[in-house]
Every structure is written in structure tokens, then in C-alpha cells.
DNA sequence: CTGAAAGCGCTTACAG
DNA sequence: CTGAAAGCGCTTACAG
């Protein structure tokens, strides 16, 4: 634990440790010279600021907090990814609080406003009043990403789900598909029934019913699902939720025969790495996944350096989509 | 900011701040009776102690740093899955530090030094010989994982890869097959480096004459590639480094027609869930990538509480792998 | 532009 | 078993 201090640094330099701090900190207040010397010094010796002293001094931290559900799907990983480039960007560190199981969820929030982070990246697509509450008792600025906000006062950065479904299933529709099938999960997630409300309104619009199937995350049991699902019959399009369900469909449907996307069109959401790897390639809806977390973490600066921006009304961002065609829909 | 603090509880309670702290920290030091007065008061508030005064004034942190070079890839969220659960079980928090580029290694090692961290995990697939050398220095304990430690001081957590590919080369040299190739990637890693001894190995060993290519990672570039190379020739086996790359080589042969498993028998590395959703279903070596997580964490904590256990020769621990026969084999 | 001093919220020997 | 006091390594008004 020998490492170099404030002090040495300002022994070797022969100033106090005030104008060392001053360096680091407020640059501007310090004579070009002096200021030079100092640099020199601290890059020779390789000094670096102990973070938790400065923490503590100057009640910021520089770090902020990301909390979110599980790492397990690519996702979220991605979007950690954007998230810690801005974070990088604007000189900050992040810490992560996973939430696996939402029962201590308050106790998690605890943790994250002791642990002094200056704020806090959230998603979480269960979003009870509970968490409103205390997120409305935080002293720092929150931020959710690719969550909604229901709140005012929480600003948010998400991709208007709803508005691309609605476009996905017109789309489909004007090329000539009258039997699409939309395809949730039975856990309903907030993201999926935007999803869900987009693809309704756009066959109300046309007067088509629309018909809504919810099958399970888990692969094996979505096998069995799928099979019963396509005994029964074939729809031209189904539009579902996530890529991997949307493979797993189009799995069985190809070997039970039936051609994709001639006999049966497939679509997904989210343009993983799953969509290439498949056969045929699925058409699926690009999601700005890494550019959520970047903007999220851009608007967080802002919010944690600035006072009065977080006294004005909130932000709600939304990142454009994209749709990328490929062998599951013709 | 009007946080509880250690003083609040101390009033309110009507003892020493002292005794606050060490009913938080050595419970067993104080009497009983004080302990549960002050425990219920501590609940009553919320009261947190703050993370930056407490790793300040103890030179402890609690928290850990993981560092990682891109969490794009599944297995790294699992991998941290795995850390982030024993954390929680050992009370510490973990602290993200993403390394994109290789060039400001030694930038960031700096950052997780300065970040007062109480031990660092670390998994790098390209250790160079600078990294070892900070890694000496390096204040608190470092554990590896998923990546093999060369050195006797620095502790890893890993899979015998060489082993885990001479097991599948010779289970398919042994079922009749003599044509297998072995694929890896252009860019080269330690893992897949070891995985290519092994199957030199078994093919050795039976007389058989080793045949490894080399891929790009990318799925684009490497279907031109593949369609050359079946194009000269079908191989009986192809044991490929990465599943994703395994199921591009296979989408690639199914389109020519060729039968899989019946012409060509298909393999890959690590059993991510795109084995899964591929058609036909890939076999895969099962990695425990939680698992490994999991252990290098709690083996983390060991050395952390206990000075002894850093002097001591650093342990290699090598977890067990396992194969998942799937349709892509016969 | 710079320094002396107070203080951030805790922990931990040291006494008692 | 408990308290008073020093100290962890910084930052930041406050003077000058």
C-alpha cells in the first residue's frame, strides 16, 4: 500500500497539497508554471488520486451506479458497452448492481445510494410503484434506459416499440399478408406490450383481427409449443417479440417442411447476433441497443453537473429504429 | 444529500459513534443488549454507512474489480453473472472496467489501482508480458479467469481446453472419422491456441495428419470462406473454436446441400444458446462459464481476508468441461 | 494565484 | 464492553 499520496506529490513540488488538488480539479486556478511542475511530477510518479478520499471530500464520486434486471441476454450487454463509452467519455466509473430477484429490490436500492455514486443508469421492465417511490426519494439523478418513464420527473432514453411494430405489421400488411400472428411471452414485459398495442392498432386499422399467442422464453418448451401452434395452421407472418423465439419458430416450422418465407414469413425484434446466425436469415427490427446506453449515460452527465437541468421537466428521448430485411420475409 | 449518518444512529441510540461502527463491523464485540438497541435503530433509519468513508478510513472497500476486454459475447455475461452472485454472498460489489483497446492497458490498470479495489479479477485472452509485470505490482490480490495464469504467483480459475479438445478429437476419431479439421480464427488466442494442441494431439497420436484453418471472426467474411473451403473438399468432421463460427460454417454447408451430420459432422466451443437455435442443433463442449465466475470470486475473497494466503503458491484451478452430443454429430 | 485549516463519514488502536 | 481521539487522503471555502 505504498502508493503515492497528495503529499509526496506536493513535497516534490515543492508547493501545498491544496494547489496538487487544485491541479487535478480546477486547472484554470493554477499558474501555467506552477501547473506544469505539478503535472510533471504526478505523471512521474505515477500518482493517482485515492477515489475514495475524493468521494468523501467532495461528497462526488464519479462513479455512477447501473442497475439492471440480469446480464444474461446480449442486450443489456451491449448497451453496457455504450453505456461505459460515454461513461469513459465524461470520466466516470461504473459500478454494477445486477437485480436478480425483485423481492430485495429495495434493499438493492439501498445499497446503491450508500455505495455514493453522483447517479444511476436503471432498466428494469417490471416497474412497480415501489420503485417509483424510492426512485423519487434519491438524491441523485436516475436515468432509465430502454425502459419507459411513466413519470415526469424521471428522464428516460428508449426506442418507440410501439410505433415500430405498428410499422412492421402495416408494412406487411400493404404487401399483401392478411394472417398475421403476433407472438409475446407469457411473462409480459412493459417493452413487449408496447410492442403488442403497436401491432393491434396497425390490424384494427385495416380491419383485420388481430390474434395474439403467448408462448414461453424457455427454447424446449417453445418447440412443443410451435408445433401445436402449426398443426393447427400456418399464418403468412408472425411478428414476435425477441429473436430467439422467433428462430426457434422458424426451427420447427423448416423442419416440419414448411417453406420460410414462402409458405411462412418470420420476423423478430432486437437484430441480435442470433438473426444472421440462423437459416434462413431472420428479418428482425434493429433496436439501438449500444446507442441507448451511450445517450443514457450522456444525459446522465448532464443531469449530475448541472442543477437546475434536473429541476426541469425530464427528458424523454427516443432513438430512431431500423428494420433490416432479410431471408425469413420476402 | 441529508443521508443518515453514524452520528444519528450514536444519538439516537445513546452511545459512542464507536460502538455504531463496531456493531456494523465486529458485532461480537459489543454486548448484546447495545448491539440489538442500536441494530434496531440502524433498520428504523435506513442508515447506510457511506461506501467512500468506510473504504477510506479501513483501507477496505469492499468492492472488487472485474476486468474485462469486451462484454459483447455471451460468455462474459455469464461469466460475470457467476462473479456478481458469490460477491453478493461475500458482501462486496464489483466495479466494471471495460478494456476496448489494447493500447491503454496500462492506462487502466492505473484507474483500478487508484480505485482502491480490494482484489481484481481479471480475463484477458492476450496477456502480454507489461500486463504481468503491473500485475506484480499490483497491491491487492488478482485472481484470472478463464485465462490461464503463466506465472506461480497469480492465481486462475480455467478449463483444460487442450484437454477438453484432444477428449472430442479422439471420441470422433474413435467413432470412424479420419477427415477432421480443425478451424480456429485468424486472430489468435491462448484458449484457442490451447484447443488446437489438443486436437494436434489426438490426430498424432493416431497417425492421422492435422488440418487447421484459420477463419475471421466475422460472419459475413466467413461464408465466402466457407463455401471455398467445402468447395475443395467436404471434411468428415469440422471441430470449430467458437459456436457462432461452428453454426456459420454449418448454415453454409446445409445451403450447398450438404447433409449435416451425415457428410459433414459439425463442433463447436463453449454451448452459448446460438447452439440452440441452430438447425440442426449443434453439438458443443460445455464450458462453465458461470462457474468460473462463480469460483474465481470466492477464490478472491480468500486471499483478500487473509495475508497468508497471498504468500503462498498461487492455485491453478481447473474446472470440468463436458460435451453435448446434439444433431450436428452422429 | 497560493496556503493553512477545517471537514467529509467512517474505523480502529488505545485506554479504561 | 465502551468511549475519546487520531487518522484515512482528499477538497474547498476562506484569507491573504
Known sequence: M?????????????????????????????????????????????????????GLASRRSTTVAVVIPELSRASVAEMIQGIDDAAKKFGY??????????ETEEDLWGEVIA????????????????????????????????????KDTIGSVCVDYEDCAY??????????NKDIVFVGTEHKYTLNEMKQRGYIRAMNEYKLEPQVIYSSGDISVNEEFFKKMLDEKVPDVALVVRDSIAISLMNVAVKRGIKVPDQLQVIGFQNTRYALLSNPKLTSAEIPIYEMGNRAMSYLTELMKDDEAKKRKADKILLPYGIVWR????
Open 2 to 54: 505504498n502508493q503515492t499520496k497528495i503529499y509526496d506529490i506536493a513535497g516534490a513540488a515543492g508547493v501545498s497539497l491544496a494547489t496538487v488538488s487544485r491541479v487535478l480539479n480546477h486547472p484554470e486556478k493554477v499558474k501555467e508554471a506552477t501547473r506544469n511542475k505539478v503535472l510533471k511530477i504526478i505523471k512521474d510518479k505515477g500518482y493517482k488520486p485515492n477515489a475514495n478520499a475524493r
Open 93 to 102: 466509473t461504473i459500478r454494477l448492481f445486477i437485480n436478480r430477484n425483485q
Open 115 to 150: 455505495s455514493s455514486v453522483d447517479g444511476i443508469l436503471f432498466t428494469n421492465d417490471e416497474m412497480t410503484k415501489e420503485i417509483y417511490h424510492q426512485i423519487e426519494y434519491t438524491p441523485v439523478p436516475v436515468v432509465f434506459v430502454n425502459t419507459l418513464s411513466q
Open 167 to 176: 410499422t412492421i405489421t402495416k408494412e406487411m400488411i400493404e404487401r399483401g
Open 327 to 330: 431471408e425469413s420475409t420476402r
